[in-house]
């Protein structure tokens, strides 16, 4: 668990500087993005109003313009303990010293051009979001779809749906967490499309948890909304436009996915960017601080301190609970807005996916990646002796290196069609379908499969 820092490959940008940087950073963050972009009403809409420079300021506890990162999104400089990053040379000395190991990291790698291509299509696959189904919303570049990842020093195949059907006879599959893990099952049910069609048996209210079926195989798949995965009281409406701050309940665990855990065989439990938000913490059945909440008069822990707490709770429950389940943790997705934000007109409109180096991963992701890696690691350590079968699925790095894979503009139907320069909402999120994204269950598939190799 210390290969963690290698896209941020800049020396400069790890060493010197206050961590406290890092928290201006991600208020910035939140001051702008409200994050309604995760806000994931089943619709995902983007609010019409965007936060007045004004109001954010308010909310604010440094000015915003100090705050803001160049536009060139750079990272802010990083500070770590000089322990905890294993610096090799170059990646040849690294790859090589993995494979003296014996090991490979299929999280390390390049993506390279592969013929295939896609899975399947807006025509094969029916349950493709209308603001994930590029194609369909006249995204123009297609070469997106014609990269294969590469893990170094190893290969992993293509997703076979039949073999994952045939090895979930009789199972039930959830995907727990935000808008990121059902942009996730869509892509897997897109891709198991090409062998049965899913039957949906359940959706809540608000068509943000599912469930389907797969007849021939008795296959049950769902994803299940819980952008916290702990209790949280969230005061907002389908537009994402917010009230009132978020409660979050540090020792409770959101019961909606709880409740269903003794019926899954299998989970992939994410979280991330939620955290971010304005968010005022209960502990014991008290108020213990907040995260961003100026004017409050209470201690502002962090969202670090909220994530931390989070993860530790939900991967104590899967460690000690009676029921076992194999249980992914997938880590957090990155963004890839430029020069400027969702509510700023940033964008994303790149074409081929970067090359490593070529790209730092921000801050807020890396502080959340390393959350996620350092409760990880405590918690597999218990799990193994408990009989839980604990994996990382570690897809913020290739993640990143795919600025391609996003929807941008084609988040609507046709957004040019009438003016080609009309100012359009981008996500820069969320991955299109067919897209990057499949390449999830790629790595879920061989994890599945072979994942002793890999621990
Ligand atoms: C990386 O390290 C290997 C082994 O020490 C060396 O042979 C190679 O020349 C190095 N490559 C670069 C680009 O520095
Ligand atoms: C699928 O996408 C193509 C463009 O690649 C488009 O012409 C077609 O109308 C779409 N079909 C559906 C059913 O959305
Ligand atoms: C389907 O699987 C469930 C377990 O998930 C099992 O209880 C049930 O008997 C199975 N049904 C059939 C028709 O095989
Ligand atoms: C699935 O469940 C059915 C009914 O309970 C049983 O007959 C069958 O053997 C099971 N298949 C597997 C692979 O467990
Ligand atoms: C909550 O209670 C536990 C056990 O009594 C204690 O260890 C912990 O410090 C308390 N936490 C807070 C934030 O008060
Ligand atoms: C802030 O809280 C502390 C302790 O809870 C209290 O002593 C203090 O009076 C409060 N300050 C204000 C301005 O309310
Ligand atoms: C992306 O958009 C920017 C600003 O409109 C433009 O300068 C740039 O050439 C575009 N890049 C691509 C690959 O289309």
């Given at each position: 668990?210390?290969?963690?820092?290698r896209?941020?490959?800049?020396?400069?940008?790890?060493?010197?500087?206050?961590?406290?940087?890092?928290?201006?950073?991600?208020?910035?963050?939140?001051?702008?993005l409200?994050?309604?972009?995760?806000?994931?009403?089943?619709?995902?809409?983007?609010?019409?109003?965007?936060?007045?420079?004004?109001?954010?300021?308010?909310?604010?506890?440094?000015?915003?313009?100090?705050?803001?990162?160049?536009?060139?999104q750079?990272?802010?400089?990083?500070?770590?303990?000089?322990?905890?990053?294993?610096?090799?040379?170059?990646?040849?000395?690294?790859?090589?010293a993995e494979?003296?190991?014996?090991?490979?990291?299929?999280?390390k790698?390049?993506?390279?051009?592969?013929?295939?291509?896609?899975?399947?299509?807006?025509?094969?696959?029916?349950?493709?979001?209308?603001?994930q189904?590029?194609?369909?919303?006249?995204?123009?570049?297609?070469?997106?779809?014609?990269?294969?990842?590469?893990?170094?020093?190893?290969?992993?195949?293509?997703?076979?749906?039949?073999?994952?059907?045939?090895?979930?006879?009789?199972?039930?599959?959830?995907?727990?967490?935000d808008?990121?893990?059902r942009?996730?099952?869509?892509?897997?049910?897109?891709?198991?499309?090409?062998?049965?069609?899913?039957?949906?048996?359940?959706?809540?209210?608000?068509?943000?948890?599912?469930?389907?079926?797969?007849?021939?195989?008795?296959?049950?798949?769902?994803?299940?909304?819980?952008?916290?995965?702990?209790k949280?009281?969230?005061?907002?409406?389908?537009?994402?436009?917010s009230t009132?701050?978020?409660?979050?309940?540090?020792?409770?665990?959101?019961?909606?996915?709880?409740?269903?855990?003794?019926?899954?065989?299998?989970?992939?439990?994410?979280?991330?960017?939620?955290?971010?938000?304005?968010?005022?913490?209960?502990?014991?059945?008290?108020?213990?601080?907040?995260?961003?909440?100026?004017?409050?008069?209470?201690?502002?822990?962090?969202?670090?301190?909220?994530?931390?707490?989070?993860?530790?709770?939900?991967?104590?429950?899967?460690?000690?609970?009676?029921?076992?389940?194999?249980?992914?943790?997938?880590?957090?997705?990155?963004?890839?807005?430029?020069?400027?934000?969702?509510?700023?007109?940033?964008?994303?409109?790149?074409?081929?996916?970067?090359?490593?180096?070529?790209?730092d991963?921000?801050?807020?992701?890396?502080?959340?990646?390393?959350?996620?890696?350092?409760?990880?690691?405590?918690?597999?350590?218990?799990?193994?002796?408990?009989?839980?079968?604990?994996?990382?699925?570690?897809?913020?790095?290739?993640?990143l290196?795919?600025p391609?894979?996003?929807?941008?503009?084609?988040?609507?139907?046709?957004?040019?069609?009438?003016?080609?320069?009309?100012?359009?909402?981008?996500?820069?999120?969320?991955?299109?379908?067919?897209g990057?994204?499949?390449?999830?269950?790629?790595?879920?598939?061989?994890?599945?499969?072979?994942?002793?190799?890999?621990?």
């Amino acid at each position: 668990m210390v290969k963690e820092m290698r896209l941020d490959s800049s020396p400069l940008s790890l060493h010197k500087q206050k961590h406290v940087l890092v928290k201006f950073a991600v208020s910035f963050l939140l001051t702008g993005l409200a994050f309604r972009l995760l806000f994931s009403d089943s619709f995902f809409r983007f609010s019409a109003e965007t936060p007045s420079l004004a109001e954010q300021k308010t909310e604010s506890p440094v000015p915003v313009a100090e705050t803001s990162p160049p536009p060139d999104q750079s990272p802010l400089p990083l500070d770590l303990p000089d322990n905890e990053i294993q610096t090799f040379q170059n990646e040849t000395e690294e790859a090589e010293a993995e494979q003296e190991a014996g090991k490979c990291d299929i999280f390390k790698g390049d993506w390279i051009p592969d013929s295939s291509g896609q899975r399947y299509t807006n025509e094969t696959c029916r349950v493709i979001e209308s603001h994930q189904n590029c194609m369909k919303n006249g995204r123009p570049d297609s070469g997106y779809f014609y990269w294969r990842w590469s893990p170094r020093g190893c290969d992993i195949p293509r997703f076979d749906p039949q073999k994952f059907l045939d090895l979930m006879r009789n199972k039930s599959w959830a995907f727990i967490g935000d808008s990121i893990s059902r942009n996730h099952v869509q892509s897997l049910l897109c891709i198991l499309s090409q062998v049965e069609q899913a039957v949906e048996v359940y959706h809540d209210e608000e068509y943000r948890s599912k469930r389907w079926h797969f007849p021939s195989h008795n296959f049950t798949l769902s994803v299940i909304w819980t952008p916290f995965l702990i209790k949280a009281t969230i005061f907002e409406d389908m537009n994402g436009i917010s009230t009132s701050e978020i409660q979050l309940y540090l020792d409770k665990l959101d019961k909606v996915w709880t409740d269903q855990y003794e019926s899954l065989d299998y989970v992939v439990i994410a979280g991330g960017k939620w955290f971010l938000k304005t968010a005022i913490f209960h502990e014991n059945d008290t108020v213990s601080g907040c995260h961003f909440c100026p004017g409050k008069n209470l201690t502002d822990l962090g969202f670090e301190y909220a994530y931390r707490k989070a993860l530790q709770l939900v991967l104590n429950f899967i460690t000690s609970s009676k029921h076992k389940p194999l249980a992914f943790l997938r880590t957090t997705t990155p963004d890839h807005f430029e020069n400027g934000e969702w509510f700023s007109g940033g964008y994303c409109n790149r074409t081929v996916p970067f090359k490593e180096g070529e790209v730092d991963m921000k801050d807020v992701d890396t502080v959340m990646r390393n959350i996620e890696l350092e409760e990880f690691k405590k918690a597999a350590e218990i799990g193994s002796k408990n009989g839980v079968v604990l994996r990382l699925l570690d897809t913020t790095s290739l993640s990143l290196l795919r600025p391609d894979g996003h929807p941008g503009p084609y988040r609507q139907f046709h957004p040019l069609a009438e003016d080609k320069n009309a100012k359009v909402q981008n996500d820069c999120l969320h991955w299109c379908l067919p897209g990057p994204i499949d390449s999830w269950n790629d790595l879920v598939m061989e994890l599945l499969v072979n994942g002793d190799k890999y621990q």
